[in-house]
């Protein structure tokens, strides 16, 4: 079975600019978290998506959004950038919301000049 | 608020000693704690979870409540056990996981 996937690996953008971020599940999962890891803060959770619904939500501004779609897969988008935005963002999945295991991808880095 | 909070950034032990990685909670409710670990160049995944009380890769974990702890011991340490380890809580709602900052276990050999 095919882990969980992100696109792109690595980005760099400017202040100012938007992004857009992919994950795609492990087949089958369809639960959908997003994570923001900095050297400084660690993980921090964004949010999670559950049958194409937002169910839960961290403590990030307006900026952060998400969604995701009937196959599962999950977006993750940034508008107006921040040099405090560069981060690892690592999406994880799991076959239902509250199951144990969460399969994590590899994460895009973004950088943010 | 719920945090986690894991002292030690970096931990280095001997082959075959113990190993003990300290992680500390507050949460106000019931939390179910998790071990994370990842190996270099390798991805985040899950060592054990308090719930199932199990051994994994010769680790165990005891949530003590009373002191808010959920510690990770093992008694001999490998060189294949240095690796980032995070402590995470899960809230009893919902699936928003809180990680702890990590630490850094170096064996040597």
């Known amino acids: 079975k095919a882990g969980v996937t992100q696109t792109p690996r690595y980005l760099i953008k400017t202040r100012g600019q938007q992004v857009t971020l992919s994950c795609s599940p492990i087949?089958?999962?369809?639960?959908v978290s997003w994570y923001q890891q900095t050297p400084g803060q660690g993980l921090q959770f964004l949010f999670e998506y559950f049958s194409e619904t937002q169910r839960n939500k961290g403590n990030f501004p307006g900026r952060f959004s998400g969604r995701q779609f009937s196959n599962s897969r999950s977006e993750m988008n940034v508008s107006t950038l921040e040099l405090g935005d560069s981060a690892l963002y690592l999406c994880a999945s799991s076959l239902m919301m509250r199951t144990d295991t969460q399969y994590f991808g590899p994460g895009t880095r973004l950088t943010v000049l | 608020a719920q945090r986690v909070t894991q002292p030690e950034k970096l931990l280095s032990v001997f082959k075959g000693a113990p190993v003990e990685l300290k992680c500390n909670y507050s949460y106000s409710g019931s939390p179910e704690l998790f071990w994370y670990v990842q190996y270099s160049r390798q991805r985040l995944q899950l060592l054990l979870r308090h719930i199932s009380r199990e051994s994994i890769k010769g680790f165990t974990a005891d949530l003590n409540k009373g002191e808010t702890s959920f510690h990770l011991k093992k008694p001999f340490a490998q060189e294949e056990d240095s690796a980032m380890y995070y402590c995470a809580l899960r809230a009893n709602t919902g699936n928003q996981f809180y990680f702890g900052t990590g630490t850094s276990l170096t064996v040597i050999p």
């Open positions: 087949s089958g999962h369809r639960s």
